[in-house]
């Protein structure tokens, strides 16, 4: 018995020293909601995110969901009350290729968790007509919070199985050392978003980067029918719903139209209204209002909001400051399932009109 004791001890000691090693180290920060360590690896921040407003109910009543490109439109040019004066706090629950069909599940999530919500924004853009709620456990980052619903032994044992990753030690130490001074944790669980969503620089201008990769509209990611569905969902909570469609840069626009981008976006104006910056304009064929193929800066994200939020005459302003000789639909058009055909006829004569120039 002794000596069965002594071998359990020799397995079970370098196991739980192994276990302790992956929470501690914990690369996407699923042991770690509370005190998320920010290293250079991206973390699951559906998971984290969704687990944070759940254990702070009423923290929140405003949020943003779409891919990483959402964080890009700043707090400061959202709205502060709702239209019957109501304060409204906002949290941006930007997560990694975060699809609509994933949106609308956090949505759902959150209202059965007991979270009231008051407004919400979406983004949509290329990402969202191809990608589909990631299913599984076999990608870390992307792994939703109803996987964990489904089985939280199951979910955690997935990142349990996976080796640390030693060299973000010293970052996370340093995480630790920076204390109450780490001020892109504070933002992290004030507003949701990292440091350099904050940077309301403009970047220097060069050469058109290569597209980023999109895949072929076929209906196939749920991504209308989520959207339909978010919209009859909020309209059941009395909750406002914001769509708005993400600028996108020219290389990119263009691939996506290759692959059926107007077609989706004329889907989704016959489920429900949007707000239209996809296009040619001003910065959407600046390479300088993006930090790469995939995201704009923050400065466009503030003139979207000031299309979307601001009185007349600033509305007007942002959208002339956006127009330039190519621009046939103007920056932030409301489109609806009436207008819808001729706003996407306007698309097509824009993308023409650049290729032959």
Partial sequence: MKKLV???????????????????????????????????????????????????????????????????LPKEGLPEKTDDGRELNWYNMTYAMGSSSENYDTVKTLIDGGVKLDELIILIDDVSMWKGVTKGLDNPIFTTYQTYEESPIRFYYSYLKLKPVWRIVPQIFFEYRLGENNEGKKLFYSYGVDVNNTNMEIGSAGDMPEPENSLEYDGGSGAVGAIKDL????????????????????????????????????????????????????YTVGPEYYFDASHFRPVVGLEMEKVMFGDEDVRNMAVEKAKNDMSLVEFGHLVTKENSVDVIENLEQEINELNRK
Avoid: W
């Fill in 6 to 72: 002594i071998r359990l001890c020799f397995f079970i000691i370098p196991v739980m020293i192994y276990a302790g090693a992956c929470v501690f180290v914990d690369a996407y920060n699923v042991f770690h909601v509370d005190n998320v360590r920010l290293t250079d690896i991206t973390p699951n921040q559906n998971f984290i995110k969704t687990k944070y407003l759940l254990q702070n109910k009423g923290k929140f009543n405003a949020l943003l969901l779409g891919s990483s490109r959402v964080a890009n």
């Fill in 231 to 282: 919209s009859e969902l909020c309209k059941e909570q009395n909750i406002r719903l914001i769509v708005v469609t993400s600028p996108i840069l020219e290389s990119t626009y263009e691939m996506a139209i290759s692959n059926g981008y107007l077609d989706f976006l004329y889907d989704v104006a016959q489920v429900t209204d949007y707000y239209l910056f996809s296009g040619i304009n001003t």
